[in-house]
């Protein structure tokens, strides 16, 4: 289930820089749920370019990532918000100065990422 949601973020980041056509092959594949045999005969091609076509495309969607760091970023952040509103939570229960440090010291991080 990691692997789909990756995916599906490294598409959604990243998918803009891929050609239209790795776009569209992409899309039917993962997304839209097409067999490779359906989109070779829908492109008018064999299974095995569609195959070599949607592994370079993770390639380069992998690249992407690893120069940029987009999905990362989003997921470091996604994870300093969620223990944000832990914080908030427990403030809102305690009404503590320490946790009101907490959750400063937190935003603080997450806007320097």
Same mark, same amino acid.
């Given at each position: 289930?990691?692997?789909?949601?990756?995916?599906?973020?490294? %598409?959604? %980041?990243?998918?803009?820089?891929?050609?239209?056509?790795?776009?569209? #092959?992409?899309?039917?594949? %993962?997304?839209?749920?097409?067999?490779?045999?359906? #989109?070779?005969?829908? @492109?008018?091609?064999?299974?095995?370019?569609?195959?070599?076509?949607?592994?370079?495309?993770?390639?380069?969607?992998?690249?992407?990532?690893?120069?940029?760091?987009?999905? &990362?970023? @989003?997921?470091?952040?996604?994870? #300093?918000? +969620?223990?944000?509103?832990? &914080?908030?939570?427990?403030?809102?229960? +305690?009404?503590?100065?320490?946790?009101?440090?907490?959750?400063?010291?937190?935003? +603080? +991080?997450?806007?320097?990422?």
């Amino acid at each position: 289930m990691q692997d789909i949601a990756r995916r599906s973020l490294l %598409f959604d %980041f990243y998918g803009q820089l891929l050609t239209k056509k790795q776009q569209e #092959i992409y899309d039917l594949y %993962f997304q839209q749920d097409l067999s490779l045999g359906e #989109i070779a005969e829908l @492109h008018r091609v064999s299974r095995q370019a569609i195959y070599d076509l949607l592994r370079r495309t993770e390639e380069t969607l992998e690249e992407y990532e690893n120069k940029l760091g987009l999905v &990362r970023k @989003h997921n470091d952040n996604t994870e #300093i918000l +969620k223990q944000v509103q832990e &914080r908030l939570e427990s403030i809102q229960e +305690k009404y503590g100065a320490y946790e009101i440090r907490e959750v400063y010291a937190l935003l +603080k +991080k997450m806007a320097e990422a």
